[in-house]
């Protein structure tokens, strides 16, 4: 067992090469351009006063940078190594500010911030993913116990050791891409190397970000934020084309018949959740709720699926599902997540699209009730919402 | 026969002869002034969100009121007697629930309706004891001073984890345990890959696959029927050729094979433990050392070393003195308490029992008690 210093070649293979060099080990200056959201991001981001942003002009460069990163792409894993601007590292940690700070003052609807967020947030962590792989452990280790705050990472025999549930609190497991299943755990420990501790960083970056965006809206104040910088108009004229701007792109809305039946697997799985008395994250309950407005069901019976869970408070369930349905707060009706952003959270139960014309659970749902009347059943289907509105917890 | 009403009344008092002379088997939970405690009473009544500050208060109440059921949550609060959103959850024990039913997949009658067979419960002891030893201790490194093991006084056994950080994980964390347990992991298809490296890792459940697959026999094979499917004889053969698992190369349809191995596998080597038990945070499990009340055998705490050789109907059962006369109506099969046997043979007849094993049979609806003067 030691301490983690140094480059072992049992980790990685030989690094590659290239700026920031590996040999000697990489400047802070570096490491922040890597991963901005880091302790040595906060160091640059000291050394160069940008903490707030104040005055600061978006410039063309630094639109495509942050609208690159809002964009559905992840980066490409053969080029990670290119999209770090090591010659001006200022640039990534301004451009991570930026992507932090518009979530924050923008007044787009919750549900594009949601999903630019959870963009951003996937971009970053992939890119983190990436760049772990070339990375010395020694970095990884101070990674993940700094910035990911893994108490107790330890080196031994050629691996990072940490303890399970250190990691399993500090994840947001239920959101993420990586199940418990699919962990190196042994007596209580995550045994990663070279590859699997990228992806666990990877994970824990995820996570990370949500939880420092939380703070960061959290300090912006409960009345919404207080003073919006200047550039925020600027970036969303342009960020807000990268998200539907209501729900009927989407595929228009009407009041169709509920028929749970027919229901998509992704909302069919967060019924039963509710149904078993189980809590669902925050963010299953917006999307089941969005989905049920959009199909155009009452408050009322969106709410009833609520009652079950257990921890519903009924003043808390009907002022969010007011709030989703537009009737308080913004006056915005929100639209459910599509596909893509239902499974960047964990909330689809498929794999690939359960129907590869659709890539939203509405569209989904208004096609299997077309098959569904096309299929002469209308007689059952009707019989079956009486049904469904009286059974349906 | 006798009216529901003596039934209860009967059944009630060889509890309250249990409790009277046993009430040192009663388990003090830790943490006492802060959990709920639920009743079952005689009659179908429940009460629940009960607090007790001290133990003695609550063996009094139990000899005093003689409840059907004893339960207590898992969970301790700040304020245990209050409604359940006012309560002030501090933390709970990770509680895993094995069944019969769902243990053994049976829509068996008799296991629905409770009659556990010896050799059943056998079954489950020895699937519990594999939940023990491979995924909590091997994989959650989690050893005896950790956790408490108990008989359920019904179909099966709980493992309560005790300990932090186990106690204060939330819902999503105890979701993906359950997960861990009773699903499982198949490494998904290769997208382009020629030669495909199924398990990235050593460890967890790649590990498992990984040994479970290179002890498949013919035998396994048959039930597959792939006794004669080269492919994979050719896949058996890879892994038992690598030093570990992530060393295994596989090309496609050596891959496709394995797949069908591992749904083999992830069947018979996952354990399917109850997800809601270990999953609400909130619930109230049975109190170790008072009786289930549906059979009459004592939930008991045990330790690892006596599981080997429990059993439930010897060493669960009430140490009472008192004799009950039964009509015998529908036993299923021999039932051993306290070295008294009713078995299908007694059916249709009346016997003097122990107030335990009549207890079982009549509360098992084997048969009822007979002019029973309480
Ligand atoms: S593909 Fe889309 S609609 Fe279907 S289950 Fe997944 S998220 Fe839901």
Known sequence: ?393 | MVTDMCREETLKSILSEYYRYNYSKIYKPNSIDGREFGFNFFGGSFKRHIGFKVFEEYVNYIQRMVPKDVYYSIATYLEPTRPMNEKGWVNAELPFDLDAEQLLKTSDELIKSGWISQSVYEQIKQRFLYLLEDFIEADFGLDEKDYMLVFSGGRGYHIRVLVEPYINLDQKLRRQIVEYVSIGYKPSEPIKANVFQPFPHDYGWNRKLFEYIRVMGQSQLEELGLSSDLTAKRVISAFRKAKNPSSVRLNRSEFTSMQKLLDFVLGSYTVAVDERVTVDINRLLRAPGTVHGGSGLVCKAITKNDLEGFDPFRHASMENVSRKRVHVKRVPFEVVINDESVSPELNGKEVELNSALAYYVVVRGGGDFVDEAV
Not at chain 1, 92 to 99: C, D, F, K, S, T
Not at chain 1, 218 to 229: A, D, V, Y
Request: include cysteine; hydrophobic fraction near 35%; glycine fraction near 10%.
């Open chain 1, 1 to 393: 067992m030691g301490c983690g210093c140094g480059k072992l070649s049992s980790w990685v293979g030989e690094p590659a090469g290239g700026r920031g060099g590996m040999g000697g080990g990489r400047g802070v200056e570096d490491l922040a351009a890597r991963y901005p959201y880091s302790h040595w991001g906060s160091k640059l981001i000291a050394e160069l006063g940008v903490e707030d942003l104040d005055g600061y002009t978006l410039d063309e460069g630094m639109l495509k940078r942050v609208l690159e990163r809002f964009s559905s792409d992840n980066p490409d894993p053969e080029r990670v190594e290119f999209s770090v601007d090591y010659l001006n590292p200022s640039n990534e940690v301004v451009a991570y500010l930026v992507g932090m700070g518009f979530l924050v003052y923008s007044r787009l609807p919750e549900y594009a911030k949601m999903r630019l967020g959870s963009r951003l947030f996937n971009w970053l962590s992939v890119r983190t993913g990436e760049l772990l792989k070339t990375e010395e452990p020694r970095i990884v280790s101070e990674l993940l116990s700094v910035d990911f705050s893994l108490p107790n990472v330890i080196w031994e025999d050629g691996k990072i050791v940490v303890g399970l549930t250190d990691f399993l609190r500090m994840s947001h497991m239920w959101e993420s891409r990586l199940r418990l299943v699919e962990l190196p755990i042994h007596r209580g420990k995550l045994i990663l190397d070279g590859k699997s501790a990228p992806l666990v960083a990877s994970q824990l970056c995820f996570s990370r970000l949500n939880q420092i965006l939380e703070e960061k809206l959290r300090l912006s104040g409960p009345g919404g934020p207080r003073t919006r910088p200047s550039w925020v108009d600027a970036l969303e004229a342009e960020v807000s084309k990268l998200v539907p701007r209501s729900w009927e792109e989407l595929g228009g809305e009407g009041v169709l018949p509920r028929v749970a039946e027919e229901y998509p697997p992704c909302m069919k799985e967060i019924m039963a959740q509710m149904a078993k008395g189980l809590e669902p994250p925050h963010f299953a309950r917006f999307a089941f709720a969005a989905f049920m407005r959009m199909i155009g069901a009452p408050k009322e019976e969106t709410l009833k699926a609520f009652s079950t869970t257990s921890d519903y408070k009924e003043n808390i369930a009907s002022y969010h599902i007011a709030h989703i349905y537009g009737e308080i707060g913004s006056h915005t009706a929100y639209t459910a997540p599509s596909c893509d952003t239902l499974k960047t959270a964990r909330l689809c139960p498929v794999e690939g699209y359960c129907n590869p014309k659709a890539k939203h659970p509405v569209t989904v749902y208004k096609i299997n009730l077309r098959k569904d009347i096309n299929s002469n059943r209308r007689g059952a289907t009707q019989s079956r919402e009486t049904l469904n509105t009286d059974t349906k917890p």
